[in-house]
């Protein structure tokens, strides 16, 4: 039986991945992609959208991050799962880096959290990351707020698209053996917030924000799910540095929520490698 046609409105697209939608008019008329038009717009099959980006991005180079020694050879199977992903070419620079990785597995390692959330994790790197220190220690789970759905391009990367990222996720998780140290929660952070009782319950010993990165999302986030997080724990807040990633949220969330109530809050800014995006480690102290 043929599967269901999916139609997406060509300059809802354009907005979304911020491809010009002559750009991509031309591309689908060019190449016989399958589109219709109506009195509503022009429409485009949602199934055509890898060859559509990758026709778009062929002569883009791509990137990818270096490999680490500890990531390569044989080893535990979560380090085969993280491995692979970064092979992948949407995983640079979307996806946290090998040695920002690095950082949260150590912080999660060390802090032996019992309860840890994520908010945005895009293809799932920082879940492995996370998860595979708690699977390591033998106690605690990760939830991951995340929309999830399909991980359009964005910028110059015309070339990244990632259909379903939850199923995405869900493959390497089972890889690494971790389905059992996370849950996803698929829908916007605010909504899973507002539902924290049925979602999570629990206070929370980690949190990572790495998801809206304007002013007002950033700061949305951290105002819902601070309260939720035990004295002593740890936020870790991604992409501080905002002449670099190109974003001033989470820099404006330190500047005038974090640093205005130094009674309640340390901070230690990192640098990270290869971009310095930057993180910043938060530790709640009441």
């Given at each position: 039986m043929e599967q269901r046609r999916v139609w997406y409105e060509l300059q809802a697209l354009s907005e979304t991945c911020h491809v010009p939608a002559g750009d991509l008019l031309r591309c689908v008329q060019e190449h016989g992609l399958p589109s219709q038009r109506n009195p509503n717009g022009f429409f485009v099959d949602r199934a055509c959208f890898p060859r559509l980006f990758a026709?778009?991005?062929?002569?883009?180079?791509?990137?990818?991050?270096?490999?680490?020694?500890?990531?390569?050879?044989?080893?535990?199977?979560?380090?085969?799962a993280l491995r692979e992903l970064y092979g992948e070419e949407f995983a640079c620079p979307a996806s946290l880096s090998p040695s920002q990785g690095e950082l949260l597995r150590s912080l999660?390692?060390?802090?032996?959290?019992?309860?840890c959330l994520e908010i945005g994790c895009f293809v799932g790197a920082s879940t492995l990351w996370i998860a595979s220190a708690l699977a390591e220690l033998g106690q605690g789970h990760l939830h991951s707020v995340?929309?999830?759905?399909?991980?359009?391009?964005?910028?110059?990367?015309?070339?990244?698209?990632?259909?379903?990222?939850?199923?995405?996720?869900?493959?390497?998780l089972d890889q690494a053996g971790l389905l059992s140290r996370v849950t996803l929660h698929k829908g916007h952070s605010v909504a899973i917030?507002?539902?924290?009782?049925?979602?999570?319950?629990?206070?929370?010993?980690?949190?990572?924000?790495d998801g809206d990165h304007t002013k007002e999302g950033c700061e949305a986030d951290f105002r819902l799910y601070e309260p939720r997080l035990r004295p002593g724990g740890l936020l870790v807040l991604h992409d501080i540095v905002p002449g670099k990633c190109g974003w001033d949220g989470p820099r404006h969330v330190i500047d005038n929520v974090v640093r205005a109530q130094p009674e309640r809050f340390d901070v230690l800014e990192l640098p990270t490698a290869p971009k310095d995006y930057g993180m910043a480690v938060i530790r709640k102290k009441a």
């Open positions: 026709i778009l991005g062929k002569d883009l180079p791509r990137a990818f991050y270096a490999i680490p020694d500890n990531l390569k050879g044989g080893g535990p199977a979560w380090r085969t999660v390692f060390n802090l032996q959290p019992r309860v995340d929309l999830f759905g399909d991980k359009f391009p964005f910028g110059r990367y015309t070339y990244l698209y990632v259909p379903d990222a939850e199923q995405y996720i869900m493959r390497r917030g507002m539902a924290y009782a049925e979602c999570v319950g629990e206070p929370l010993d980690f949190l990572f924000i």
